[in-house]
């Protein structure tokens, strides 16, 4: 399903209008991003949960020439999956 599918699933269930249904998932997601870019977990019970993780610095190797590089430190994005959306996938 990509965004317009959602957006139309959306909005036939709670009889909304597609640009109402659209405005309100792009105020959710820029709200999560929000939260996350500032060390906040976000919690949607039943659902799951959205936090950001830091990775450390360290060395890799080159697979095409065995040659040591360094990695960077950066920052990424991990969601896991709550109880309620683990038990409707299986």
């Given at each position: 399903?990509?965004?317009?599918?959602?957006?139309?699933?959306?909005?036939?269930?709670?009889?909304?209008?597609?640009?109402?249904?659209d405005d309100v998932l792009n105020q959710m997601m820029e709200s999560i991003k929000s939260a996350v870019a500032s060390g906040d977990e976000?919690?949607?019970?039943?659902?799951?949960?959205?936090?950001?993780?830091?990775?450390?610095?360290?060395?890799?190797?080159?697979?095409?020439?065995?040659?040591?590089?360094?990695?960077?430190?950066?920052?990424?994005?991990?969601?896991?999956?709550?109880?309620?959306?683990?038990?409707?996938?299986?």
């Amino acid at each position: 399903m990509n965004r317009s599918e959602l957006v139309e699933n959306i909005a036939e269930a709670t009889s909304q209008t597609k640009k109402d249904v659209d405005d309100v998932l792009n105020q959710m997601m820029e709200s999560i991003k929000s939260a996350v870019a500032s060390g906040d977990e976000v919690k949607l019970p039943g659902f799951g949960s959205f936090k950001r993780t830091d990775r450390k610095a360290r060395t890799g190797r080159n697979p095409q020439t065995g040659e040591a590089i360094q990695i960077a430190a950066s920052k990424g994005v991990k969601f896991t999956a709550g109880a309620g959306f683990k038990s409707a996938v299986s």
